[in-house]
């Protein structure tokens, strides 16, 4: 069997390389029929089950709350921005908002005291990341931490959009 799926996808990545010159809809057509054929339903049949998967932990195991909190509002801040963290980068790797929706938005709807500071405070926080994306990864890299993948800006902004237009 293939050692990696960058190996199992090497032949299709080559194909696409060369029809990239002077690509046709037979091209786009040919590599589609490939990638169904092999797993493109696949992938996304397991993205929508790992989304339930992670729905069904956080109904049991809700964010936010859930932890020792300190006296100090900054480290609890910090805390509640692990738990966004967490829930977006989950969301972002099943490829479904929804996670957000029910998770986060939902929940602190219905449970709005479990953050230490108000909700515009989280608000302006993921406005400064999805306004200065770049910025803020380097700041996070000069720290010793990893660069988020930029799959999870989209959903960054999800967030603001659906926090902000709360009354």
Not at 31 to 42: E, F, P
Not at 94 to 111: K, R
Not at 140 to 155: F, H, L, S
Request: proline fraction near 7%; include cysteine; charged fraction near 25%.
């Amino acid at each position: 069997m293939f050692p990696t799926l960058i190996d199992f996808f090497q032949p299709i990545m080559s194909q696409i390389d060369k029809a990239i010159g002077n690509p046709t809809t037979a091209d786009i057509e040919e590599i589609r029929q490939q990638l169904k054929a092999s797993v493109l339903i696949d992938l996304s049949k397991l993205r929508k089950h790992y989304g339930e998967l992670i729905k069904a932990y956080y109904r049991k195991n809700p964010p936010f709350g859930n932890r020792e909190y300190s006296q100090d509002v900054e480290e609890n801040f910090a805390k509640d921005l692990e738990d966004f963290i967490e829930i977006v980068s989950y969301s972002a790797e099943a490829g479904d908002p929804s996670i957000l929706d029910e998770c986060v938005v939902g929940y602190l709807n219905q449970n709005p005291k479990l953050l230490s500071k108000s909700l515009p405070a989280y608000v302006e926080r993921f406005n400064r990341i999805t306004t200065d994306w770049e910025g803020f990864m380097s700041k996070i890299e000069a720290q010793g931490q990893p660069r988020w993948p930029d799959e999870t800006k989209p959903y960054w902004a999800y967030l603001v959009g659906k926090f902000s237009s709360k009354p």
